[in-house]
C-alpha cells in the first residue's frame, strides 16, 4: 500500500470516527475512543478483506467497503460495550451481593 493510499485511509476512518460522534455525542475522550475504534476497524477491515479475498467497493488499491463495514462493526460494538454500567457488588463473592 502506498503512502498516498494510507492518508487517504486515515482520513476516511478518521471522518467516519468523527461523524459517529457527532450522533452519538460526548466529550473530547468519546472522540478520541471513537477515532481510535474508526481507525482499528477499518485496519482490521482492510487486513480480513486481504485474508479472505473480500472485494466491496474497490478504490485503487483500498477496498473501502469491506474496510468501512470493519470500522462501523467496532465503532458500534466498542460503544455499545463502553457504556455497559456495572451494579456495585456485581462480582462480589457473597450470596447477597454485599
Do not use: C, K
Amino acid at each position: 500500500m502506498t503512502i498516498p493510499t494510507m492518508i487517504f485511509a486515515f482520513l476516511i476512518a478518521s471522518l467516519i470516527g468523527a461523524l459517529y460522534h457527532l450522533i452519538r455525542g460526548g466529550g473530547l475522550g468519546r472522540l478520541f475512543l471513537y477515532l481510535l475504534y474508526s481507525w482499528a476497524g477499518f485496519a482490521l477491515g482492510y487486513l480480513i478483506g486481504i485474508w479472505q479475498g473480500w472485494s466491496l467497493f474497490p478504490m485503487g488499491q483500498l477496498d473501502l467497503g469491506v474496510s468501512v463495514l470493519g470500522s462501523l462493526i467496532l465503532l458500534i460494538g466498542g460503544d455499545w460495550i463502553g457504556r455497559i454500567r456495572l451494579r456495585p457488588g456485581a462480582f462480589s463473592d457473597d450470596e447477597n451481593g454485599v
